[in-house]
């Protein structure tokens, strides 16, 4: 049996969302600032080919610009955030801030993953307030883990 092509959806907003297939790549927005980091993430969730549209942004500023941009024209919506703690321009938290202040005129909801090196208490426990975190990760993010969690937002999808 062949997989139904992509069904569009409205919401609220009068934006239509098309439906995720097998077909459909995923949408990831990764938020960091180290370089290396951002070139072994987008090496492995390559080398896994699990259909995967992955745009990069070297801090918090850049990544709320383009999700903006993206909400008020309906196109691109990312599936996942990956966001890192500590950035210059606009931190993590800054950028979490920002993107619940405009969560309610985003037609979907977008998990966020908070992948960092802080093992500092007080941040894992403040990333548990946000609702939009659906987890907290120390870095490195491994290969497993990215299955994982790439797997969950295809079967939600």
């Known amino acids: 049996m062949l997989p139904m092509p992509n069904k569009i959806i409205s919401n609220a907003f009068n934006c239509h969302i098309p439906m995720k297939n097998d077909f459909t790549p995923l949408n990831i927005f990764l938020v960091d600032d180290d370089y290396l980091y951002q070139l072994i993430a987008r090496k492995i969730i390559e080398l896994l080919d699990m259909n995967c549209?992955?745009?990069?942004?070297s801090n918090g500023q850049e990544a709320i610009n383009q999700l903006k941009y993206n909400i008020e024209r309906c196109i691109d919506l990312p599936d996942v955030i990956?966001?890192?703690i500590n950035m210059p321009v606009m931190n993590g938290w800054e950028f979490l801030?920002?993107?619940?202040?405009?969560?309610?005129?985003?037609p979907k909801e977008i998990p966020v993953y908070m992948v960092t090196s802080s093992e500092n208490e007080a941040d894992k426990i403040r990333s548990k307030r946000s609702l939009?975190?659906?987890?907290?990760?120390?870095?490195?993010?491994?290969?497993?883990?990215?299955?994982?969690i790439i797997g969950e937002l295809k079967e939600v999808a």
């Not at 549209?53 to 942004?57: A, G, L, P, W």
């Open 53 to 57: 549209k992955i745009r990069v942004f």
């Open 82 to 84: 990956f966001l890192d």
């Open 97 to 106: 801030k920002e993107y619940e202040s405009i969560s309610d005129i985003c």
């Open 132 to 148: 939009a975190v659906k987890d907290y990760i120390l870095k490195p993010l491994d290969q497993q883990r990215f299955v994982k």
